[in-house]
């Protein structure tokens, strides 16, 4: 009886020390939270965009770092290809050399980045890292990235689309002209007829051609006016020119 009642005791003693580190444990899995895509596609040549989220119970600080990772399809091998503390540090070494741009923003909780230029080398898991002190036990997501090449029948269905965004349009544009010129000439063969009245399309159009005609009228008024008044000017400096001559042999 009293060694259980020891064994008791000392279960009871324990209690505070698991609640504890129960509440430490749940603390320490909730402090930084990362999400990433699970899997991304992107095409040969057309940059892609590999994204990462994070959610820290901490303020942002100098201190908070990003570190991305790559590990080839098939390979336990992995290595850095960038790095972030305060500013961003793309590798400078291996294939993804030159071709990582950084694309977040730590205070929006944004650690993304794009790889330019991508090949189908580049194939592969990326795995993203971040640290915000005193947060700094988290997941480490990993993206699985497929580049392939654009085959015939994507770049098929995008001239399609533009031909249709193209040809729809001009289309609509050709109907509506060729409604308008049967309208036109469907009322012309009205007034042809003797005794035919005029309906109030034909008087619009009609009304809109005499405007055509004087507003053309009018421009060659105009312009034989310009041609008149730069001859007489012509004709008068003509004649200054002519007197100022008699006058110097005088």
């Known amino acids: 009886m009293l060694q259980s009642g020891a064994a008791g005791g000392r279960g009871c003693a324990l209690c505070p020390l698991l609640g504890v ?3 430490q444990g749940v603390y320490i899995v909730l402090s930084l939270e990362i999400k990433a895509d699970a899997h991304v596609w992107g095409y040969v040549g057309e940059n892609i ?5 994070f959610k820290s119970t901490s303020s942002i600080t100098d201190k908070l770092t990003i570190d991305w990772t790559y590990r ?7 290595e850095s290809i960038f790095h972030y503390q305060s500013f961003q540090y793309p590798t400078t070494v291996g294939t993804f050399r030159d071709r990582i741009s950084w694309v977040g923003d730590v205070y929006k909780g944004d650690a993304s ?5 991508p090949t189908i080398k580049d194939n592969g898991t990326f795995s993203c890292a971040v640290k915000n002190p005193p947060d700094v036990y ?6 699985e990235l497929t580049v392939t090449e654009r085959g015939f029948g994507t770049m098929l269905s995008s001239v399609a689309l533009l031909s249709i965004l193209v040809f729809i349009p001009s289309a609509v544009v050709g109907v509506l002209l060729l409604v308008r010129m049967g309208r036109k000439s469907a009322g012309l063969k009205k007034r042809s007829k003797p005794g035919s009245k005029k309906s109030s ?3 619009s159009a009609d009304t809109d051609q ?3 005609d004087c507003l053309a009228k009018l421009c060659v008024c105009c312009a034989e006016c310009l041609v008149v008044r730069d001859h007489d000017r012509n004709r008068v400096q003509f004649r200054d020119f002519s007197n100022d001559a008699s006058k110097g042999r005088g």
């Open 21 to 23: 580190l129960f509440f």
């Open 49 to 53: 965009k590999l994204k990462c989220t």
């Open 72 to 78: 080839p399809p098939s390979s336990s091998r992995t």
């Open 113 to 117: 980045i794009s790889i330019i230029n």
């Open 138 to 143: 988290h997941n480490i997501p990993g993206t």
């Open 201 to 203: 399309i034909e008087v």
């Open 210 to 212: 005499e405007k055509d």
